[in-house]
């Protein structure tokens, strides 16, 4: 049934209101009210209507005037005289139970100054009688039109922090929500579900401190000369902030796929570009200058001006998108006064180049509530696995070491914090672990994470539904997450590899692993619960530990191809190692046909690949990355362990000459290499097995 408009009493509470606010106003001027007590005076007054009812239904409009000094964060309760509930409520959050009706403020809503009113509404249900309530409590305290000492402690106030660096400690650990509110085409068409409090709820559930929340803006933003961002994208937005500050989540807001889109255009379009920018976060300070502190800005994500642009000539024109932000800000009013505000370096890039123009930008601020932020997803070509670099090795750690050194001498040992924003493998979970082998990426994550801590940066891991299935709210891999989650406080140790291959029909014999100890203890090896015997099962002389023979024939079992079992190395803290005790053959490839693009029937007989290598007769290399003889994975070869494949993308098969054949030369980590001819002819393809 529709609501019907019924003609309702509008009760108030506290109707001396005008004499009390007013005899306050003297009081406070007059530095009474603060001599009575060291606790805030409070009082306050409250409408009540019912602007519609229908059988079992009604809406209800409430009115909250602040009659006590200003009030930063309410909670306003009442009990129900008939049984009556709240069904839903908006501009509030309904907390209450049972008879007990309990409102408590958003973010946006928090501040209510002397004098002042705020207002929610709500829709409820009733049987028999729908009686207004005849009191309320705001913070606590009766809604009676006097003004006192509060009698109970207020709650929601704000976390206040004293410099930036204080609040970007306090957001450790960090994760981002990608691939959604940053999704062109709206919230879900990356294919992921919509952001809810529950998803919220379970990141702070599992550690995580703070939020970053991608959002890109354009589609949702009108043309100029206003550049009106729509109301409804504005208040998701709003409603996703909302969220994260009710559940304790510090979050931080950029503008996003709006840096390539059209940010980009810069150089070449410098005052739409501009007034553009401007306009949006001018919109953007507006409407959440009174939040809470617990809300940071970023300036954009990876700046970036294109090819004529790079380096030193992105520089200026990323300084000048920051200082146009920082300046809106600041001048926006409320807390945006002194809000955290984040600033990135051209493409969030670690060199030293990139790291100095945005050091003395922030100087030349002389305001310690900005902090820096880059991204790090490893050294490129160990995070890509091209050019031979498919092990978390000597060159791959050094890259880290130095960008991580530069960065915090940069700035954290100057006192400005650094956000690293973005972390991760490149294409992790886009298609599978093995674009960089599984336990290399651990080591690499363990290493990032340990440095981070050394050098006081607040890391945010890339997650767009990668880790957290956002549809089951459960981790894709609860082991990853572990190794994850334990190293935002400790280290954990690992071994050289976290596989042994043993071939199928050779002769088993001793296999050694050198132990990374990371400064913690060896505890032993664990097959399940049973604890492997050091002497009998295995040997340990000084960091070089050895399986036996008999071990190893023992936990093949009947060496069926994969994995037969997984022995756990244990330390003194972290979490324990895995390494996987693996049966295999050679792979055998077979002929195969394709138009673009080719697809190898392979036997892989337990073994993955490590890396793919590929020449022209002459021994020139083949493929997109010409410089190298060894193709980047996923761009020039892509494993289908489970439906027994090798994909030879188009996107190889589009930089190989026509009618000149190809040697592909597949290197895998049981340590054989298996060859295979293709030819390109038009849009033929033609794979032969050698």
Same mark, same amino acid.
């Given at each position: 049934?529709?609501?019907?408009?019924?003609?309702?009493?509008?009760?108030?509470?506290?109707?001396?209101?005008?004499?009390?606010?007013?005899?306050?106003?003297?009081?406070?001027?007059?530095?009474?009210?603060?001599?009575?007590?060291?606790?805030?005076?409070?009082?306050?007054?409250?409408?009540?209507?019912?602007?519609?009812?229908?059988?079992?239904?009604?809406?209800?409009?409430?009115?909250?005037?602040?009659?006590?000094?200003?009030?930063?964060?309410?909670?306003?309760?009442?009990?129900?005289?008939?049984?009556?509930?709240?069904?839903?409520?908006?501009?509030?959050?309904?907390?209450?139970?049972?008879?007990?009706?309990?409102?408590?403020?958003?973010?946006?809503?928090?501040?209510?100054?002397?004098?002042?009113?705020?207002?929610?509404?709500?829709?409820?249900?009733?049987?028999?009688?729908?009686?207004?309530?005849?009191?309320?409590?705001?913070?606590?305290?009766?809604?009676?039109?006097?003004?006192?000492?509060?009698?109970?402690?207020?709650?929601?106030?704000?976390?206040?922090?004293?410099?930036?660096?204080?609040?970007?400690?306090?957001?450790?650990?960090?994760?981002?929500?990608?691939?959604? &509110?940053?999704?062109?085409?709206?919230?879900?068409?990356?294919?992921?579900?919509?952001?809810?409090?529950?998803?919220?709820?379970?990141?702070?559930?599992?550690?995580?401190?703070?939020?970053?929340?991608?959002?890109?803006?354009? *589609?949702?933003?009108?043309?100029?000369?206003?550049?009106?961002?729509?109301?409804?994208?504005?208040?998701?937005?709003?409603?996703?902030?909302?969220?994260?500050?009710?559940?304790?989540?510090?979050?931080?807001?950029?503008?996003?796929?709006?840096?390539?889109?059209?940010?980009?255009?810069?150089? !070449?379009?410098?005052?739409?570009?501009?007034?553009?920018?401007?306009?949006?976060?001018?919109?953007?300070?507006?409407?959440?200058?009174?939040?809470?502190?617990? &809300?940071?800005?970023?300036?954009?994500?990876?700046?970036?001006?294109?090819?004529?642009?790079?380096?030193?000539?992105?520089?200026?024109?990323?300084?000048?998108?920051?200082?146009?932000?920082?300046?809106?800000?600041?001048?926006?009013?409320?807390?945006?006064?002194?809000?955290?505000?984040?600033?990135?370096?051209?493409?969030?890039?670690?060199?030293?180049?990139?790291?100095?123009?945005?050091?003395?930008?922030?100087?030349?601020?002389?305001?310690?509530?900005?902090?820096?932020?880059?991204?790090?997803?490893?050294?490129?070509?160990?995070?890509?696995?091209?050019?031979?670099?498919?092990?978390?090795?000597?060159?791959?750690?050094?890259?880290?070491?130095?960008?991580?050194?530069? #960065?915090?001498?940069?700035?954290?040992?100057?006192?400005?914090?650094?956000?690293?924003?973005?972390?991760?493998?490149?294409?992790?979970?886009?298609?599978?672990?093995?674009?960089?082998?599984?336990?290399?990426?651990?080591?690499?994550?363990?290493?990032?994470?340990?440095?981070?801590?050394?050098?006081?940066? #607040?890391?945010?891991?890339?997650?767009?539904?990668?880790?957290?299935?956002?549809?089951?709210?459960?981790?894709?891999?609860?082991?990853?997450?572990?190794?994850?989650?334990?190293?935002?406080? !400790?280290?954990?140790?690992?071994?050289?590899?976290?596989?042994?291959?043993?071939?199928?029909?050779?002769?088993?014999?001793?296999?050694?692993?050198?132990?990374?100890?990371?400064?913690?203890?060896?505890?032993?090896?664990?097959?399940?619960?049973?604890?492997?015997? *050091?002497?009998?099962?295995?040997?340990?002389?000084?960091?070089?530990? #050895?399986?036996?023979?008999?071990?190893?024939?023992?936990?093949?079992?009947?060496?069926?191809?994969? #994995?037969?079992?997984?022995?756990?190395?244990?330390?003194?803290?972290?979490?324990?190692?895995?390494?996987?005790?693996?049966?295999?053959?050679?792979?055998?490839?077979?002929?195969?046909?394709? !138009?673009?693009?080719?697809?190898?029937?392979?036997?892989?007989?337990?073994?993955?690949?490590?890396?793919?290598?590929?020449?022209?007769?002459?021994?020139?290399?083949?493929?997109?990355?010409?410089?190298?003889?060894?193709?980047?994975?996923?761009?020039?070869?892509?494993?289908?362990?489970?439906?027994?494949?090798? &994909?030879?993308?188009?996107?190889?098969?589009?930089?190989?000459?026509?009618?000149?054949?190809?040697?592909?030369?597949?290197?895998?980590?049981?340590?054989?290499?298996?060859?295979? !001819?293709?030819?390109?002819?038009?849009?033929?393809?033609?794979?032969?097995?050698?």
């Amino acid at each position: 049934m529709s609501p019907t408009t019924a003609p309702r009493r509008r009760l108030r509470l506290g109707a001396i209101a005008t004499a009390a606010v007013a005899a306050l106003a003297a009081a406070l001027a007059a530095g009474l009210v603060g001599a009575v007590s060291a606790q805030a005076a409070q009082g306050c007054q409250v409408a009540y209507d019912v602007s519609s009812e229908w059988p079992g239904g009604f809406i209800a409009d409430v009115q909250v005037t602040n009659l006590g000094e200003p009030v930063d964060g309410w909670s306003l309760e009442w009990t129900w005289p008939d049984g009556q509930r709240v069904t839903s409520m908006w501009n509030a959050k309904h907390t209450g139970s049972g008879d007990t009706a309990k409102a408590e403020s958003l973010g946006y809503n928090k501040k209510i100054a002397t004098g002042a009113t705020t207002s929610f509404g709500f829709n409820g249900s009733w049987s028999g009688e729908n009686t207004d309530p005849t009191e309320f409590r705001l913070n606590g305290r009766l809604c009676d039109g006097t003004v006192g000492e509060p009698t109970e402690t207020p709650t929601g106030g704000p976390q206040e922090w004293d410099n930036a660096m204080d609040q970007v400690a306090d957001m450790e650990p960090s994760t981002n929500i990608g691939n959604t &509110l940053d999704a062109l085409g709206g919230e879900t068409a990356w294919g992921n579900p919509m952001i809810t409090e529950e998803l919220l709820q379970t990141y702070k559930a599992e550690g995580y401190n703070s939020i970053r929340l991608p959002v890109t803006w354009d *589609e949702f933003t009108g043309p100029g000369p206003d550049y009106t961002i729509a109301p409804e994208r504005m208040e998701r937005v709003a409603q996703v902030v909302d969220w994260a500050l009710e559940n304790d989540l510090q979050v931080m807001i950029n503008l996003h796929h709006d840096s390539w889109m059209w940010l980009d255009d810069l150089p !070449t379009d410098h005052d739409n570009v501009l007034a553009k920018f401007e306009a949006m976060w001018t919109q953007i300070a507006e409407r959440f200058k009174d939040y809470p502190d617990g &809300l940071s800005f970023e300036s954009n994500n990876e700046p970036q001006f294109g090819e004529d642009h790079k380096d030193e000539l992105g520089d200026p024109y990323n300084e000048e998108l920051n200082r146009a932000f920082y300046d809106i800000v600041r001048a926006s009013g409320g807390n945006n006064a002194d809000r955290l505000l984040v600033l990135p370096t051209l493409n969030t890039n670690a060199a030293q180049e990139r790291l100095d123009p945005v050091k003395a930008m922030i100087d030349s601020l002389n305001d310690d509530m900005v902090a820096a932020t880059i991204h790090y997803y490893g050294f490129w070509p160990f995070s890509v696995n091209v050019a031979g670099f498919p092990t978390y090795e000597e060159q791959s750690q050094a890259d880290l070491a130095g960008a991580f050194q530069r #960065t915090h001498d940069t700035f954290v040992a100057n006192g400005i914090p650094v956000i690293v924003g973005e972390w991760a493998i490149l294409n992790y979970g886009v298609t599978g672990p093995e674009v960089v082998e599984y336990g290399e990426m651990l080591k690499f994550f363990e290493d990032l994470q340990f440095q981070a801590r050394e050098y006081h940066f #607040t890391t945010m891991i890339w997650d767009a539904i990668q880790f957290l299935n956002r549809n089951t709210l459960e981790w894709h891999d609860q082991y990853l997450f572990d190794r994850i989650s334990s190293s935002w406080t !400790t280290r954990s140790g690992a071994t050289s590899f976290d596989r042994i291959y043993l071939e199928k029909a050779g002769t088993i014999g001793d296999v050694s692993q050198t132990l990374d100890l990371n400064g913690l203890e060896f505890e032993g090896l664990w097959d399940g619960n049973t604890r492997l015997v *050091e002497g009998t099962d295995y040997t340990l002389s000084g960091d070089t530990l #050895t399986f036996k023979a008999a071990t190893l024939t023992r936990l093949a079992g009947d060496r069926a191809y994969g #994995t037969n079992a997984t022995i756990e190395a244990r330390f003194s803290a972290g979490v324990p190692w895995r390494i996987n005790i693996i049966t295999f053959d050679q792979p055998v490839l077979s002929d195969a046909t394709g !138009t673009n693009s080719l697809v190898i029937p392979t036997q892989f007989n337990g073994d993955r690949i490590e890396q793919m290598e590929a020449h022209y007769a002459d021994g020139s290399n083949a493929g997109p990355a010409d410089w190298t003889a060894f193709q980047e994975s996923n761009v020039s070869w892509l494993p289908d362990y489970n439906g027994g494949s090798i &994909l030879v993308p188009d996107k190889f098969v589009e930089k190989i000459r026509d009618n000149e054949p190809v040697t592909i030369t597949y290197h895998f980590w049981g340590g054989e290499s298996v060859d295979y !001819t293709v030819v390109k002819n038009g849009s033929t393809m033609t794979g032969t097995a050698s």
